[in-house]
């Protein structure tokens, strides 16, 4: 599953989706292409929705009280409160998607991970020129690739940081690299069955 936009004004992510969409996944992978889930925020150029909720920021999973409507990482009255975050939320328990690739802008990296996941990481990393550098400096809660992870047991979720700008040539490498790790988790998923 790849996710273009979650914060309305970091839409670098949907040229790659754009991208996706026009390209035949590897065999034995269902690649579900997912633009924005933060349609009014897109449509408003704003990070969050229609409600001034940052959904990057609602999901079950760490839900923290944060800031107030219009506080640029305001988190909702509640954990799951937007119609977007219930949605995301129901997909994602009823297709479980092995990965998640979820597109943020402008830091330009991916942070590290661990074991499995740490190499698919990497080697997105690696086929994109981005840096592998630890995210810090933020309050983090309700993270939606942190929510999935949890809500899959076995699926893994990362967070792309794009640059400012992404040109098409750009946009296609990311495809292409998402292409690269879905078979590489398709093909592990296969040799331990």
């Known amino acids: ?21 026009s ?31 940052d959904l990057n920021r609602n999901f079950p999973k760490n ?13 909702g009255p509640r954990a799951a409160s937007e119609p977007e975050t219930r949605a995301i939320v129901q997909f994602i328990r009823d297709v479980r998607p092995a990965l998640g690739i979820w ?19 990497a080697r997105y990393a690696r086929l994109t ?16 690739a942190t929510w999935q992870r949890s809500a899959v047991s076995d699926g893994l979720a990362f967070v792309v ?3 400012p700008t992404l040109s098409a040539d750009q946009a296609q490498v990311h ?6 790790v879905a078979r590489m988790v398709h093909n592990a998923r296969v040799s331990a069955s």
């Open 161 to 163: 940081e794009l640059g």
């Open 175 to 180: 495809a292409d690299a998402v292409m690269a």
């Open 63 to 75: 839900w923290a009280r944060q800031g107030v409507p219009g506080y640029w990482q305001y988190a």
């Open 103 to 121: 597109y943020h802008q402008d830091l330009n990296m991916i942070s590290p991970g661990a074991g499995f996941e740490g190499r698919v990481r």
């Open 23 to 53: 390209m035949d996944p590897p065999i034995g992978v269902e690649l579900w292409v997912i633009p924005t889930v933060n349609p009014d925020g897109t449509n408003a150029q704003t990070r969050g929705n229609a409600n001034k909720v």
């Open 129 to 144: 020129s981005l840096p592998l550098v630890r995210i810090t400096g933020g309050t983090y809660t309700g993270v939606a």
């Open 1 to 21: 599953m790849v996710v273009g936009v979650i914060h309305g004004d970091e839409d670098a992510g949907l040229l790659i989706t754009d991208v996706l969409k």
